[in-house]
C-alpha cells in the first residue's frame, strides 16, 4: 500500500506533463485570422456606397497620370460596372477617382494595402483570395516583393495564394494593374476579396 501511495505522484507528474505538452501543441497549431481588408469596403469590412471617395484600407502610390484618390464603384453607378463582374455584399471595386465618364490614362497603377501581423508568426502567415482587373493585373507586391500573380481582366474572378515573404508587424500588399491605351472610355479599376490566417 505504501508503495502505492509513493507511486502516484509520479504517475500523476507524467499525466501532468503529457497534458501540458498537448495543450501548448494545440495552442502552437492555432490559426488567427489577419485583419485585413476586401476593396470597396469600410474599416468595419462594410460595402462603401458608389462614388464612395477617400479614407479606404486601400491607397494608391503609384499612376502614370491624373489622381490617386481612391473612388468606389458599384452596379449603382452604371459603366464599367457590366463588363466588369458586378459588387457583392463582400466588396466591391475601387478607382481613380477622375472625371466620368471614365477614362483614364494608359499605364501601370499600384493600389495598396496594409496589414499588422504583430504577436502573430509570420513565417505561418497565408493569405488566399480572388482579384479581377482592368485591364491585366500584372503582379501582387509582398512587402515590395514579386510573387508572380496575375490576373486575366474584369469578366472573372482569378485565385491566389500567398504563403511566403511575411515581416512582423506592419506588412504591405501591392496589386499592380495595367491599363491598355484607349482613346475613349478607357477605366481602370481593382477588385479583391481575400482572408488570412497566421499561427
Known amino acids: 500500500m505504501k508503495r502505492m501511495v509513493n507511486r502516484m505522484p509520479g504517475r500523476l507528474g507524467q499525466w501532468i506533463l503529457v497534458a501540458g505538452a498537448v495543450v501548448a501543441l494545440a495552442g502552437a497549431a492555432h490559426a488567427s485570422p489577419i485583419i485585413i481588408f476586401n476593396t ?30 481612391l473612388q468606389v464603384r458599384t452596379s449603382a453607378g452604371g459603366f464599367p460596372i457590366g463588363p466588369w463582374i458586378g459588387n457583392d455584399s463582400l466588396s466591391a471595386w475601387i478607382r481613380p477617382n477622375n472625371p466620368d465618364p471614365p477614362n483614364d490614362p494608359a499605364g501601370l497603377y499600384d493600389y495598396r494595402t496594409t496589414f499588422n501581423l504583430m504577436g502573430l508568426n509570420p513565417a505561418t502567415a497565408v493569405l488566399i483570395g480572388q482579384w479581377a482587373t482592368d485591364d491585366a493585373g500584372v503582379d501582387i507586391l509582398i512587402n515590395g516583393v514579386s510573387t508572380g500573380n496575375t490576373a486575366a481582366g474584369f469578366t472573372g474572378w482569378s485565385a491566389f495564394t500567398l504563403s511566403g515573404g511575411f515581416l512582423d508587424g506592419v506588412n504591405t500588399l501591392d496589386f499592380i494593374v495595367s491599363n491598355s491605351p484607349g482613346d475613349s472610355g478607357n477605366p481602370t ?10 499561427a
Do not use: I, K, Q, W
Not at 44 to 64: A, H, R
Not at 189 to 198: C, D, H, Q
Open 40 to 69: 470597396g469596403v469600410d474599416t468595419l469590412g462594410n460595402p462603401l456606397p458608389n462614388g464612395t471617395v477617400g479614407d479606404l484600407p486601400y491607397v494608391l502610390t503609384s499612376v502614370p497620370g491624373g489622381t490617386t484618390d
Open 189 to 198: 479599376g481593382l477588385r479583391v476579396e481575400m482572408s488570412g490566417t497566421a
